[in-house]
């Protein structure tokens, strides 16, 4: 086992542990909320396996995980408006985590794939999941508000 692979299980781990809590606890928002946290910590854990197998072509799930995650967090955003306004989920913590942590995993792995075509793939994969999380979390009701972005 490489390092590539134990901070894969880490994530996944360490990742799913609040998503099951999230998703089995509490109100809808909650489950939401972490629905799309679920989809990063997959996202990024298909990109460290990718590198711990040698197997570039895992980029490619990681980057329909990217695309579809918060694409489905503002399905269910738009489907459950009316129950999710009740009781609006808080996703600074979830949205602030990602970031934080895509950041470093997507630079890790550029500097050990080197310059070319497979690191501008992961920074794409990387730009979208911050990019898609914090629209995600801005489209549910009790998300980030426009002057939170900005500051």
């Known amino acids: 086992m490489n390092v590539w692979l134990a901070t894969a299980s880490v994530f996944l781990v360490a990742g799913?542990?609040?998503v099951v809590w999230g998703v089995t606890t509490g109100p809808l928002g909650r489950g939401v909320?972490?629905?799309?946290l679920g989809t990063s910590v997959v996202c990024l854990a298909i990109l460290l396996l990718s590198q711990g197998y040698g197997r570039p072509s895992y980029v490619d799930v990681?980057?329909?995980v990217a695309v579809l995650g918060p694409v489905g967090t503002l399905v269910?955003?738009?489907?459950?408006?009316d129950e999710l306004q009740d009781d609006p989920p808080h996703t600074r913590l979830f949205t602030v985590s990602v970031v934080?942590?895509?950041v470093p995993v997507v630079v890790a792995l550029c500097l050990a794939g080197g310059p070319g075509r497979a690191a501008a793939k992961l920074v794409l994969v990387g730009v979208l999941l911050v990019v898609?999380?914090?629209?995600a979390s801005r489209a549910l009701p009790?998300?980030?508000s426009r002057s939170e972005v900005t500051r």
């Not at 269910?76 to 408006?81: E, I, M, S």
């Open 16 to 18: 799913f542990v609040p």
């Open 33 to 36: 909320a972490a629905q799309n």
């Open 62 to 64: 990681a980057l329909v």
């Open 76 to 81: 269910y955003a738009r489907l459950l408006a």
């Open 100 to 102: 934080c942590v895509t």
């Open 132 to 135: 898609g999380n914090v629209i």
């Open 142 to 144: 009790g998300g980030f």
